[in-house]
């Protein structure tokens, strides 16, 4: 039986790497959730991810939050990315009361040139230094740490406020 209690929307986050830079983007201003801040590629996970591909066991499909992550940075940015890897999970409850799941994950560019979709207005890639000069939805920018961090050896932590 359905449970409300057990509903949630599913959103894919990545963080992209290219020349030890990070892609972020500018919400454009009618965007219901954040309009005009800061964030990274990403977006809901549908059933059509998977159910329009043949099963990977007999009643399975892997990879989902791969391929929505694949598919949500070509429609959102127009690039193609590998070597997708993960950085935390979040919750939150939408302004129209649905409450939501977050999976940040990170990838590095293969290939594309950047095109924005019509819910981005700008994009940036930056350093974690050059990051803290522009307005990211709250989080980010600890996300941003906790891989840059990451990247450069250290142990894989929980997420902490600044």
């Known amino acids: 039986m359905y449970?409300?209690?057990?509903?949630?929307?599913?959103?894919?986050?990545?963080?992209?790497?290219?020349?030890?830079?990070?892609?972020?983007?500018?919400?454009?201003?009618?965007?219901?959730?954040?309009?005009?801040?800061?964030?990274?590629?990403?977006?809901?996970?549908?059933?059509?991810?998977?159910?329009?591909?043949?099963?990977?066991?007999?009643?399975?499909?892997?990879?989902?939050?791969?391929?929505?992550?694949?598919?949500?940075?070509?429609?959102?940015?127009n690039l193609e990315i590998k070597n997708i890897k993960y950085v935390t999970s979040l919750s939150y409850i939408r302004s129209d009361n649905i409450p939501t799941i977050i999976v940040s994950l990170y990838a590095d560019y293969d290939k594309g040139e950047i095109k924005l979709c019509p819910a981005l207005t700008e994009y940036a890639w930056v350093t974690l230094e050059e990051a803290k000069n522009y307005d990211l939805i709250e989080g980010i920018y600890e996300e941003l740490e906790m891989l840059d961090n990451m990247l450069k050896g250290h142990t894989h932590q929980t997420w902490k406020k600044q």
């Open 3 to 77: 449970d409300p209690q057990k509903a949630h929307y599913l959103v894919v986050t990545g963080i992209i790497i290219k020349d030890n830079k990070y892609l972020i983007t500018k919400r454009s201003p009618t965007e219901k959730a954040f309009p005009n801040l800061w964030t990274v590629p990403g977006g809901k996970l549908e059933q059509s991810d998977y159910t329009k591909r043949p099963k990977d066991t007999s009643a399975h499909w892997y990879n989902i939050f791969e391929d929505v992550l694949k598919r949500e940075v070509t429609e959102e940015v």
